[in-house]
């Protein structure tokens, strides 16, 4: 039997190694900008970013907690509508027939696309901020419902129609058990979507959110503050993508991932 490491198995590296990966990571950023002399304007050291955030902090945070609620609702919405379509297309071939098509179409349509004919159909309020998110989710959390309610074992399934089991109980008590851990699957890449859908909807006709604070501060070469802003963003993706990991170990404790 192979001997796992240290690094593989204590929680204590579980929580230290990603920031030594993001203090690396910084390291080699503020090496870049002095060892090739990159202008600021270019390419802002870490130390330039800090400062932008410091000079404003209320008014990233403000931007910060609308693209928060905006993408959060979107998410929340994209389940809403995802799950049933996918519960839909697992119980009828039919259905499954008439939506896939649709459905690959759709996201193959460039996002950046829609946006400014979102913005023209609902105005310039949350709304198309809400729907893109939704447009970006939608995806990936039907395919990976349906395919998780598909990988039931069929002679599971036939066990449980044997001792007269009802479609209800045959859902709640064998499909949905073996469709979550793909369900989650599905929602942590959707999650990460969700961020990049809010900022992609602040490009266009925004007046809020750190998609807005990013285009302006570019516009106005503060790319310093642009930066700092797309910190804000990584910062956001990577509570919300952690916060779903802890939920799935709370509700999945049988489904953790072994190697």
Known sequence: ???RSWLADSRT????????????????????????S????????????????KLQPAYLMEHTWV????????????ILVGVPVALAIVRSVIVERLLY???????????????PLLVVWFGFGQWPKVLMVLLVCF???????ASGMKSTPAELVELLRS???SKTQEFFKLRLKYALPQIFTGLKVAISLAVIGSVIAEFVGATSGLGYVITNSGANADTALAFAAMTLLSIVAIVLFYGLVLLEHMLLPWARESR
């Open 163 to 165: 001792l007269n089991a």
């Open 101 to 115: 098509p649709l459905l690959l179409a759709v996201n193959a349509i460039p996002k950046i696309a829609i946006a």
């Open 13 to 36: 590296a579980a929580v230290l190694l990603p920031f030594v990966g993001l203090v690396l990571a910084i390291a080699l950023w503020w090496l870049a900008t002095i060892v090739f």
């Open 67 to 78: 693209s928060l609620v905006e993408t959060v609702e979107g998410f929340a919405l994209s």
């Open 38 to 53: 990159i202008d600021s304007y270019l390419l802002p050291d870490p130390g330039d970013v800090i400062t932008a955030f």
């Open 1 to 3: 039997m192979t001997k």
């Open 139 to 145: 995806f990936p959390i039907v395919i990976s419902t």
